[in-house]
């Protein structure tokens, strides 16, 4: 996600020839409503899944980033702004729909006295993996495109959704 927030304005300006502001506005909005939208739906439905049985979170987030890998793969088979826009707020969407459970995951799994601490480990790594992320897109972006990165982000959506379904 880093990676879009960061890259997905260039990728707009280059591809669609719009001056930064709008390419900046197309390439933040998206993002951040279809996040807006599934962090507040992720928590209610996940509170909804945990209800029977706690282990359906992890199930739960699984069935969430599943569905949003191959949603990124509009980048190299579309050129339609419209079709990269939805693609790109469906893909947020399932994203914070799943990862709205990611504390209370942790909370399920780990005694009450290392909560704070997987927290904040997971915090860092996942700034770590997103900084990491931006300068990789960087790197790769002369050889594969913008398109051709946010695509293969999808390589990434999709083993996290299997890593957890292996988890449940």
Not at 3 to 31: D, Q
Not at 51 to 73: G, T, W
Not at 124 to 144: M, P, Q, R, S, V
Request: glycine share 14%.
């Amino acid at each position: 996600t880093w990676i879009f927030a960061n890259w997905l304005p260039l990728y707009f300006s280059e591809a669609f020839r719009m001056n930064l502001s709008s390419a900046g506005f197309a390439g933040t909005f998206p993002v951040q409503a279809g996040a807006m939208i599934g962090i507040l739906a992720g928590g209610y439905l996940s509170d909804r899944v945990a209800q029977e049985a706690v282990q359906r979170r992890m199930l739960f987030h699984s069935l969430c980033y599943l569905p949003a890998a191959p949603l990124l793969l509009v980048f190299v088979v579309s050129g339609s702004y419209a079709l990269i826009v939805s693609a790109i707020f469906g893909y947020s969407l399932f994203r914070a729909i799943g990862g709205a459970n990611a504390n209370p995951l942790l909370c399920d799994l780990l005694p009450k006295t290392s909560w704070s601490t997987a927290v904040g480990l997971m915090n860092t790594t996942n700034c770590l993996a997103g900084g990491i992320g931006i300068f990789i897109a960087g790197y790769l972006k002369e050889d594969f495109g913008l398109g051709g990165i946010f695509a293969g982000t999808a390589g990434i959506v999709l083993v996290a959704g299997l890593l957890l379904l292996l988890g449940y």
